[in-house]
């Protein structure tokens, strides 16, 4: 996050052409979303919706869960770390999505908050701050899932990033190499690795970027305190492990695990190794 303020490149109605940076949506896509939504209000509803995203450029595989019945069961408060807490952010922060289905997921973009754990949930349910990561990872090591994966967090400042990218910011201050705790390390690795493992992409620099290689973007997290050799060696040395079998979901398709309860910001469960509380 590094900065506090609106600083997503989904957010706003303005949309621009990929060469020049990704495209601009938010608050005017949900209202459009809206507006074609309520086409379903009657018969041809389906038709309608559909025109309607194909009329904006979308590709089938883009829309085709937004239409009635198509959407994979959610259960409320769920996770898709286990051990995470669950927290929510403000539905102002995110777009509401079905991914992997409508969007690949490719990549994990590591952000550092510039303030403490606390500051993060609390600007994340802002919805003024229009902008908010996947996970927060505390210097203790615990986890807070505010968005699921399923969705689309605004928190990379580029479109595409975000459609493609799962968000995870970590306590601390990127002029601060004592930020970077030996817990919050192995924690967030165990998050990535999961992430890594569960959407089949290669733990490498191409794939785990730091917000600072977002391309478009104008901040610097992590920061040079943030030690890549030895993360990207935690999370290959997490892949390396066996793989103990997930549990099953707490409801059908993407129910995910049911989180821990208990007060934000206070201690809470260590995350397990393994990621996925649901088969997507």
Not at 72 to 89: C, E, H, N, S
Not at 229 to 238: H, K, P, Q, S
Request: hydrophobic share 35%; proline share 6%.
């Amino acid at each position: 996050m590094e900065r506090m303020g609106k600083r997503d490149g989904d957010r706003g109605g303005e949309i621009t052409g990929k060469d020049g940076g990704e495209q601009r949506e938010g608050r005017g896509a949900a209202s459009g979303l809206t507006r074609r939504r309520a086409l379903w209000i009657g018969g041809g509803g389906a038709v309608a919706a559909g025109v309607a995203a194909l009329a904006a450029g979308g590709e089938p595989a883009r829309w085709w869960w937004r239409l009635p019945g198509n959407e994979k069961p959610r259960t409320a408060g769920a996770v898709d770390f286990r051990g995470a807490q669950w927290i929510a952010a403000s539905p102002e922060n995110y777009r509401r999505a079905d991914r992997p289905a409508d969007y690949g997921i490719d990549r994990v973009v590591i952000h550092v908050v510039q303030g403490s754990y606390a500051t993060a949930l609390d600007v994340f349910q802002d919805p003024d701050h229009e902008a908010a990561a996947h996970y927060v990872v505390r210097k203790d090591g615990h986890v807070a899932q505010m968005i699921r994966e399923l969705d689309v967090a605004f928190h990379a400042g580029n479109r595409g990033y975000n459609e493609r990218s799962v968000g995870i910011e970590h306590e601390g201050y990127v002029d601060r190499p004592e930020s970077f705790t030996t817990a919050m390390y192995a924690s967030s690795a165990r998050l990535t690795a999961g992430i890594c493992r569960h959407y089949g992409f290669p733990a490498d620099r191409e794939h785990i970027v730091g917000h600072r290689e977002v391309p478009g973007t104008d901040h610097t997290d992590p920061g040079k305190h943030w030690d890549w050799d030895r993360y990207l060696g935690l999370v290959r040395a997490e892949l390396r492990r066996p793989v103990r079998k997930p549990p099953r979901a707490a409801g059908k398709g993407n129910g995910g695990t049911q989180a821990p309860t208990g007060t934000p910001g206070a201690p809470g469960a260590t995350p397990a190794p393994e990621h996925r509380g649901a088969t997507r």
